[in-house]
């Protein structure tokens, strides 16, 4: 399986149709990475929206090494035991 590494992010108030390059580190310009910006909108305390935050992302799609693999296999296994205690706890 393939995961997303993140390698920089950068974050923006407000939302922006643009990011300057001179944002990106020189060496992501030269590089075989992904580069991706993303949009995200929120609501705020006051029960309105804000006016959103734009997040640089750079990051590369890579295999998955053994460790990882089995980490995410265990934690896949605890949340089959805890789903099946719960239940078992609601019948």
């Given at each position: 399986?393939?995961?997303?590494?993140?390698?920089?992010?950068?974050?923006?108030?407000?939302?922006?149709?643009?990011?300057?390059?001179?944002?990106?580190?020189?060496?992501?310009?030269k590089s075989e990475n992904d580069i991706m910006v993303h949009l995200e909108e929120?609501?705020?305390?006051?029960?309105?929206?804000?006016?959103?935050?734009?997040?640089?992302?750079?990051?590369?799609?890579?295999?998955?090494?053994?460790?990882?693999?089995?980490?995410?296999?265990?934690h896949f296994e605890e949340l089959k035991?805890?789903?099946?205690?719960?239940?078992?706890?609601?019948?």
């Amino acid at each position: 399986m393939k995961i997303h590494e993140i390698l920089f992010e950068k974050h923006y108030e407000g939302e922006r149709n643009f990011v300057p390059i001179a944002d990106i580190p020189v060496e992501f310009l030269k590089s075989e990475n992904d580069i991706m910006v993303h949009l995200e909108e929120g609501y705020n305390d006051s029960n309105g929206w804000n006016e959103g935050r734009t997040t640089l992302v750079i990051g590369v799609y890579r295999e998955q090494n053994e460790e990882e693999k089995a980490k995410m296999k265990k934690h896949f296994e605890e949340l089959k035991v805890e789903s099946k205690k719960e239940e078992e706890k609601n019948i």
